[in-house]
T-cell receptor, first 113, second 111 residues
């Protein structure tokens, strides 16, 4: 089985712009979670989608949004980028999501200038 | 929200030495996951512990869950350069479909 695929791998944006990141889960997995990782805050949960519905949400501002398509692929969007949004964004998938191990992608490294 | 504290935050050991990383929760643990991460990359699943007292091993890495102490330990025997990286513990939040993670332990192996 192919693993979790995230695109793009690297991204450079300027303040005020918006960005869309993509995640393709492992085939058959219906739960997709997004995490933000920074040196200062560590790994922070953004949100989780299951069968096209957002099931859980972390404590991030509304500028961070996501969606999931019928084929379980997911996208996350960050609008009005700020310097502090520079981070490694990781996507993880699992079958049902509840107390299952997560399979992580390689991440998208976002730099905001 | 549940907090996971890892110790130490950073560890430098000589190749061949043993080492232990701890993960302590402020709340009751209902299972614990250990992951390894190479800098700037995704997390690689190592082990999942589901019951108190459970101990699992994979190659030279052993992890144990102590429910009473709300703590898990990860032990590496005869460390090798390939063990270098960031080790993270994660635990499921009660009633929520997500994992919370510790801050990570950065392990460096000196030849």
């Amino acid at each position: 089985k192919a693993g979790v695929t995230q695109t793009p791998r690297y991204l450079i944006k300027t303040r005020g712009q918006q960005v869309t990141l993509s995640c393709s889960p492992i085939s058959g997995h219906r739960s997709v979670s997004w995490y933000q990782q920074t040196p200062g805050q560590g790994l922070q949960f953004l949100f989780e989608y299951f069968s096209e519905t957002q099931r859980n949400k972390g404590n991030f501002p509304g500028r961070f949004s996501g969606r999931q398509f019928s084929n379980s692929r997911s996208e996350m969007n960050v609008s009005t980028l700020e310097l502090g949004d520079s981070a490694l964004y990781l996507c993880a998938s699992s079958g049902s999501g509840y107390r299952e191990k997560l399979f992580f992608g390689s991440g998208t490294q976002l730099s905001v200038l | 929200s549940q907090e996971l504290e890892q110790s130490p935050q950073s560890l430098i050991v000589q190749e061949g030495k043993n080492l232990t990383i701890n993960c302590t929760s402020s709340k009751t643990l209902y299972g614990l996951y250990w992951y390894k991460q190479k800098y700037g990359e995704g997390l690689i699943f190592l082990m999942m512990l589901q019951k108190g007292g459970e101990e699992k091993s994979h190659e030279k890495i052993t992890a144990k869950l102590d429910e009473k102490k709300q703590q898990s330990s990860l032990h590496i025997t005869a460390s090798q350069p390939s063990h270098a990286g960031i080790y993270l513990c994660g635990a499921p939040m009660v009633g929520a479909q997500k994992l919370v993670f510790g801050q990570g332990t950065r392990l460096t192996i000196n030849p």
